[in-house]
């Protein structure tokens, strides 16, 4: 296994894309924390592009990525390795590289400007968000042969956790306002990782007070260490889900 | 040596191959022949576990082939148009499939045909820029390189120049005769005349015989396999 995953990190470092993007992250969290005079800002600031721009890129690079590889990938079924070690070369791979481009694009500034709690949990929750997100992309690659559909899957699946799960979550607020649904809201965040990363860093910045009483109902739960730990184990349950999904789909595809 | 029991698959409403059963002996040179799109290559697909069958089931040695994968360091496969990475040098996907495939078991390297096919002075170059045929080249020496017991060869000669083909052809023979396992598929029967024992004819995924040349020889009157196969398409 650690053969196949040295060549698909050969591969991928070749590649410019992924020197870009640590650039591009490293520029933008450099300029915003020296714009904003107080680095908490700075980091709210941060907050709300990273947990745009990080899903993105990683959701729509590993597609294309796995579809490129086709060739690579039919080259090394026909060879004896178990099509599960492929695979996981391929996911082991694409989120070492993608964890690797957050940290030294985003962690690094932020370790230098806010090193606290609040500074930690970003980095952590930017790197879950990288591999969730090539996990995701695994599944609808393989999900779909073709390439063109492929690639309008992995932007739809983005649409729908960055713009349009938010739209449901606001539908749901303002129909059932007159119900008590504020802990059904912990539940249905849980739905969506990017809102728990969001959810889970903002209440580090203690400014949950300005989300008023489901913010308190949310601080009841997620400051909690019960609370936390069971929103990291649904995030890395974010990870194996789709990736174990997109291996069963692996092991039966036909090439 | 390597037995496909009622093998079947689908493609959405094509059936590729329709209760397939063939059996292939260690020792015999078999060509696999037929119309395209009779299911040869997809026959040769399944036996290498690229195509997982709908039903049925093949063995290797005795073993379900069936979410088992060592077997197929036994096999060396010649794919019909070879897909490599594309920004690979052709010295890079050597040493790829060497570093991927070394076992302390495997004898020295078999690189003749890197060496006849004048691979050597090409090495740098990247797969994208290679034409066919020397693409051709690379699956060839890929399939021979690591001395496997059964070599699986999909349309081998198709875009090969005269002389590199009957440098391949040479090869086969020389393999052939230390007791390997061929299969061939291929449409120029003249090629196949003086390498074959066995043939298996397939139309629409099912299998329409499969003898000895002797025997088909008996059955047509032809010597030459491409007459004998033109008489046995007439009928």
């Known amino acids: 296994m650690k053969k196949v995953i040295k060549y698909v990190i050969i591969d991928i470092l070749r590649n410019k894309i992924m020197l870009g993007y640590t650039l591009f992250l490293l520029i933008l969290s450099m300029s915003i ?9 700075g980091l709210l600031g941060l907050l709300n592009i990273i947990l745009i721009i990080v899903p993105l890129v990683s959701l729509i690079f590993s597609t294309i990525y796995v579809y490129n590889s086709a060739e690579f990938i039919e080259l090394l079924v026909s060879q004896p390795l178990q099509r599960k070690t492929i695979w996981m070369s391929l996911f082991s791979g694409l989120a070492s590289s993608m964890m690797l481009a957050f940290l030294a694009g985003a962690g690094v500034p932020v370790l230098i400007y806010q090193a606290d709690a609040t500074g930690l949990m970003m980095i952590l929750i930017g790197e879950l968000l990288s591999v969730i ?8 690659a393989v999900k779909t042969r073709d390439k063109a559909k492929g690639i309008g899957a992995a932007i739809l699946l983005w649409l729908y956790f960055s713009l349009l799960f938010d739209g449901f979550i606001l539908f749901l607020l303002f129909q059932f306002s007159d ?17 728990l990363g969001r ?9 949950s007070a300005m989300m008023g009483y489901t913010g308190a109902i949310f601080k009841d739960f997620f400051g909690t260490g019960t609370g936390m730990s069971l929103s990291f184990l649904v995030l890395v349950a974010w990870v194996i889900l789709p990736l174990t999904l997109s291996v069963r789909n692996f092991k039966r595809k036909d090439l | 040596m390597i037995i ?13 191959l329709n209760n397939l059963s063939v059996t292939c002996t260690k020792g015999e040179c078999i060509a696999l022949i037929g119309p395209n799109g009779s299911g040869k290559t997809t026959f040769i697909k399944t036996i290498l576990g690229m195509v997982v069958c709908d039903s049925g089931f093949i063995t290797f040695n005795g073993n379900n082939i069936n979410n088992n994968w060592q077997y197929r360091s036994g096999i060396g496969y010649m794919p019909q148009i070879g897909r490599y990475p594309e920004n690979m040098t052709i010295g890079q996907v050597l040493d790829m499939m060497k570093d991927i495939r070394k076992t302390s078991a495997i004898l020295p390297y078999d690189e003749d045909l890197i060496g006849s096919f004048n691979l050597n002075n090409l090495l740098n ?10 693409k051709q080249k690379v699956s060839a020496a890929l399939a021979f390189m690591f001395n496997p017991d059964v070599l699986i060869l999909d ?35 003249s090629e196949l005349d003086d390498l074959v024992t066995q043939v298996i004819y397939m139309q629409e995924g099912t299998l329409c015989f499969h003898k000895t040349i002797e025997q088909l020889q008996a059955d047509t009157g032809e010597r030459k396999l491409a007459k004998a196969i033109a008489q046995v398409m007439q009928q």
């Open chain 1, 33 to 41: 924390f020296s714009l904003e005079d107080n680095a908490a800002k």
């Open chain 1, 199 to 207: 959810i889970l860093i903002l209440l580090k910045m203690d400014i």
């Open chain 2, 155 to 189: 349309e081998p000669t198709a875009g090969l120049d005269p002389v590199s083909s009957e440098i391949l052809k040479e090869k086969i023979l020389l393999e052939k005769s230390k007791g390997k396992l061929i299969l061939i598929s291929s449409h120029i029967l």
């Open chain 2, 4 to 16: 496909a029991t009622n093998v079947s698959k689908k493609f959405g409403s094509l059936q590729a």
């Open chain 1, 179 to 195: 119900y008590p649904i504020e802990k059904i809201m912990v539940g249905v965040s849980m739905l969506n990782p990017i809102d």
């Open chain 2, 125 to 134: 170059k990247r797969m994208r820029t290679l034409s066919g045929g020397t």
């Open chain 1, 133 to 140: 997100f090539v996990s995701v992309a695994l599944l609808a």
